[in-house]
């Protein structure tokens, strides 16, 4: 098939797609009832999207931040099968926004504010607008938790990514032991005069590959079974960082922290009765207790966290929307 072909079918497919999609549209920008509302647009909720129309549902994504969710933030996203080797976050969130594009998907840049049921279906609620689904899939995600620390006006970030220079030639200090904190003391340590890892269990928990990689520089320190406990600044910059162990990490550069202790489930617009854990995650399978409502991704309650179970959640929700 030549180039200019191919071409042409692409455009084709998006707009045959577009129009399965548009119709549900009125003229003044509201919407009647769709098939399916989707809420989030990371690996979760693009997937559940691409399966859901593919089958034949009307469906629009609501995201009120970018495409990709917190993946596309990270400094690498690994082990996910056919990943581009050392793709980055935004990378890898820029392949998801092309998938949206090209299959023609209707994303609604809003933040879902309220989510109730009706006789009908349910009813998103966004400071814009309310719109109607027959069905939901929630797909939101968590946001990252930030340290219960007075850190004088200091902001403390959580993803290395684009802080190379600011780094540079300083300490840096990143809480957490996990492997996504392993991933983003990896990224930094090539800029940074050293990396400290602080943890509050008795030992890093990140995978062996990234403990390897990193028991190998000998300019990253781990700490565990301690915590950050305070902080000195020096005019803007913060010199110290005292441990609650009494450690001191002192730099007279400058420190820079990064926080990698875990996650908020994005889940206070929701007006329903739904089981959750003691963290807040959605304790409920992927088809919930509630008819015709779903739930996929991160904000699930779950012990494996990656992109490859937040996909196949998606898929799950996907397909089941669709069924009869």
Same mark, same amino acid.
């Given at each position: 098939?030549? &180039? ?21 549209? !009125? ?9 399916? /509302? ?18 034949? !549902? ?12 917190? /993946? ?10 056919? %990943? %581009? ?16 594009? $090209? ?11 309220? !989510? ?18 027959? =069905?939901?899939? /929630? ?15 200091? #902001? ?13 030639? #300083? ?21 940074? =005069?050293?990396?400290?890892?602080? +943890?509050?269990?008795?030992? /890093?928990?990140?995978?062996? &590959?990234? #403990?390897? +990689? ?26 110290? %960082?005292?441990? $609650?162990?009494?450690?001191? *990490? ?6 820079? *922290? ?26 409920? &399978?992927? #088809? ?37």
């Amino acid at each position: 098939m030549s &180039e200019g072909s191919a071409a042409i079918l692409r455009v084709m497919r998006v707009t045959r797609v577009m129009s399965v999609t548009t119709k549900f549209y !009125l003229k003044t920008g509201g919407m009647i009832m769709q098939d399916l /509302i989707i809420i989030g647009a990371g690996p979760a909720g693009v997937s559940a999207a691409l399966y859901a129309q593919s089958r034949g !549902l009307s469906l629009t994504i609501f995201e009120k931040d970018r495409i990709g969710g917190l /993946i596309g933030k990270v400094s690498k996203v690994s082990h996910y099968t056919s %990943v %581009v080797v050392d793709e980055t976050g935004p990378e890898f969130a820029a392949r998801l926004k092309n998938q949206i594009e $090209a299959y023609g998907l209707k994303v609604i840049k809003e933040e879902v504010t309220g !989510l109730s049921k009706t006789d009908a279906g349910f009813t998103v609620q966004t400071a814009a607008a309310s719109y109607t689904a027959k =069905k939901v899939i /929630i797909a939101t995600g968590s946001t990252p938790k930030e340290l219960p620390l007075n850190t004088d006006g200091y #902001k403390i970030a959580h993803w290395t990514l684009g802080t190379e220079e600011k780094c540079q030639h #300083k300490t840096v200090i990143i809480n957490g032991g996990s492997d996504g904190a392993a991933k983003e003391a990896l990224h930094i340590l090539p800029f940074a =005069k050293a990396v400290h890892m602080v +943890q509050n269990m008795p030992q /890093i928990l990140c995978i062996a &590959e990234f #403990k390897k +990689q990193l028991e190998a520089d000998p300019k990253l320190h781990v700490h565990c079974g301690t915590s950050l406990a305070s902080l000195t600044k020096t005019g803007s910059k913060v010199t110290t %960082v005292k441990l $609650a162990d009494g450690t001191e *990490i002192t730099d007279a550069n400058g420190i820079e *922290i990064f926080a990698m202790i875990g996650q908020t489930p994005a889940t206070s617009f929701i007006k329903l009765d739904l089981p959750r854990n003691e963290q807040g995650f959605l304790a409920d &399978e992927v #088809k919930t207790g509630i008819d015709g409502l779903y739930v996929a991704g991160d904000v699930r309650a779950k012990t494996v966290r990656q992109v490859a179970t937040a996909v196949n959640d998606g898929c799950l929700a996907g397909i089941m929307a669709a069924a009869k």
